[in-house]
C-alpha cells in the first residue's frame, strides 16, 4: 500500500491505547482513537474509587502516543462496505483498517428489580454513581464471588462497613481451592459475611432477595455478577459470538473484512475468547497493531500468542493475593497472599499504565508477554471452523 493509510481505534481501555500506539510506529499511518471520555479509565482500580478510597482515571497524556489524535466520541455505527464510522455527535470518519477494541461493560442482570436497585460497577459513571450512595450507607450487599466482588467487599469492609457477599457459585471461582481458603480467611477477618451456592431471585430498594427464600436488608446493592460487551458489531451487520463479541480468525482479522481487526474483551479469535483481562489486553492490543501494520506492508499476519501469569486480588488496602497460574490460564496450588500480596498486586496496577506509558514512548519494543503454546492444540482440536477472510 502506498501513500498514507488512516486507522480509526474505536475504544481507549488497554486494548485500543496499546493498539493505538504501537500503530505509531510507521510514519505514514494516522491514527485516530475514537473514545467517548477524555480520560483514560483504569478499571481494575474501578472498586477503589467507588469505595473512595483512590482514584481510577489517568491523563491520556501520560499513556498515548502524541501522534495519536483522540477523538471524544461515541461510535454508533461500523459500515464496512464504505469505510466509515458513524459517531453519536454527528460526524462520520473513513479509515483503510480498524481496530475494534469496544471493551466490555455490565451485563444485564436478568433479575426482578436489579435494574432499578442494584448499583454495577464495570464503568467509571457506574462507580461515580454509587460512591455518595455508599457513603451513607452501613450496609452492603455485593452480588458476584468474582475478583471484582471480592475486591469490592473488601475495600467496603475494610472501611468499617457490614458487607454480605452472596455467591452464585463457590467463592472466588478461579483460584486454585488453596488460595480460595486464603481468601475467604480474609474476608472472614474483615467481617464480611460469604454466601456460597445462592442465587439472587430479586432486588427491591433496601433487600436482596435469595434462591433460599431469605431477604437481606440491604442499603446499598452492588451487582458485580457477569460481564457483557457493547452491540456495537452486531448493529453494523458484523459476526459476533454469542455474547457480542467480534468474531475473528487468529490473526484478530474479522470474518467478514479484513479491514477490520478486534483486540481485548470484544475480540474472540477463533470462537475462543480468552479471560476478560487488562493482563489479555495489553497483550491482545499490540498484536492486533501488529496485524494491521503487516497487512499495510503487504506481509502475512502472525497468529496471536496469548498467555496467563496468574490472577490478582486486592483484600483491601492492606492485604492481597496473587494467584499463580500456568499459561493456559489454569490456577495452581502456588499463591502470594497477606502484605505482600497487597504490594504485589499494587506493582502490577502501577505496571500496567506504565506498559501504556512505554509503547507510547518505545512503540514496538514491548514484546515480553507470555506465550501459551496449548492454545495452537485447542484451536486445532476443539474450535469451530473460524478462518481469516485474507486468508
Not at 102 to 112: E, F, H, M, R
Request: net charge neutral.
Amino acid at each position: 500500500m502506498s501513500g498514507n493509510t488512516d486507522v480509526i481505534v474505536i475504544g481507549g481501555g488497554y486494548a485500543g491505547v496499546m493498539a493505538a500506539n504501537r500503530l505509531t510506529q510507521r510514519g505514514d499511518v494516522t491514527v485516530t482513537l475514537v473514545n467517548s471520555r477524555p480520560e483514560f479509565v483504569d478499571r481494575i482500580r474501578l472498586h477503589q474509587l467507588a469505595g473512595g478510597t483512590g482514584p481510577a482515571v489517568v491523563d491520556y497524556r501520560k499513556v498515548l502516543a502524541p501522534g495519536v489524535r483522540l477523538v471524544v466520541d461515541t461510535a454508533t455505527r461500523i459500515d464496512a462496505a464504505t469505510r466509515r464510522v458513524t459517531l453519536a455527535g454527528g460526524d462520520t470518519l473513513g479509515y483503510d483498517y480498524l481496530v475494534y477494541a469496544v471493551g466490555s461493560g455490565s451485563a444485564d442482570p436478568g433479575v426482578p428489580g436489579a435494574a432499578e436497585f442494584a448499583h454495577p460497577i464495570a464503568s467509571l459513571e457506574e462507580a461515580e454513581r454509587v460512591r455518595p450512595l455508599l457513603d451513607a450507607a452501613s450496609t452492603v450487599t455485593v452480588v458476584g464471588g468474582g475478583p471484582t466482588g471480592i475486591e469490592t467487599a473488601a475495600e467496603l469492609a475494610g472501611q468499617g462497613r457490614a458487607v454480605t457477599l452472596v455467591c452464585g457459585g463457590e467463592l472466588g471461582p478461579y483460584l486454585h481451592p488453596k488460595g480460595r481458603r486464603s481468601v475467604a480467611r480474609r474476608l472472614e477477618k474483615l467481617g464480611v459475611t460469604v454466601l456460597e451456592g445462592l442465587a439472587v431471585t430479586a432486588v427491591t430498594r433496601d433487600a436482596v432477595e435469595l434462591s433460599d427464600g431469605r431477604a437481606l436488608l440491604s442499603g446499598v446493592t452492588i451487582w458485580t455478577a457477569g460481564f457483557g460487551v457493547p452491540d456495537l458489531a452486531a448493529r453494523s451487520g458484523l459476526t459476533t459470538d454469542a455474547l457480542g463479541r467480534l468474531l475473528t480468525g487468529e490473526t484478530l482479522t474479522s470474518v467478514d473484512d479484513e479491514r477490520i481487526v478486534a483486540a481485548g474483551d470484544s475480540a474472540a479469535p477463533s470462537g475462543l475468547p480468552v479471560r476478560m483481562s487488562c493482563q489479555a489486553a495489553v497483550q491482545v492490543g499490540p498484536q492486533a497493531a501488529r496485524t494491521v501494520l503487516a497487512r499495510i506492508a503487504g506481509e502475512e499476519p502472525a497468529p496471536v500468542d496469548v498467555g496467563f501469569a496468574g490472577m490478582c486480588i486486592s483484600l483491601g488496602r492492606r492485604h492481597g493475593i496473587f494467584q499463580f497460574s500456568t499459561k493456559d490460564d489454569t490456577a495452581k496450588s502456588n499463591f502470594i497472599c497477606g502484605w505482600f500480596g497487597a504490594l504485589v498486586k499494587e506493582v502490577i496496577c502501577r505496571s500496567i499504565v506504565w506498559q501504556l506509558g512505554y509503547e507510547a514512548r518505545h512503540p514496538g519494543k514491548r514484546q515480553w508477554w507470555a506465550k501459551d503454546e496449548k492454545r495452537r492444540e485447542l484451536v486445532r482440536n476443539h474450535a469451530p471452523a473460524v478462518t481469516d477472510q485474507a486468508a
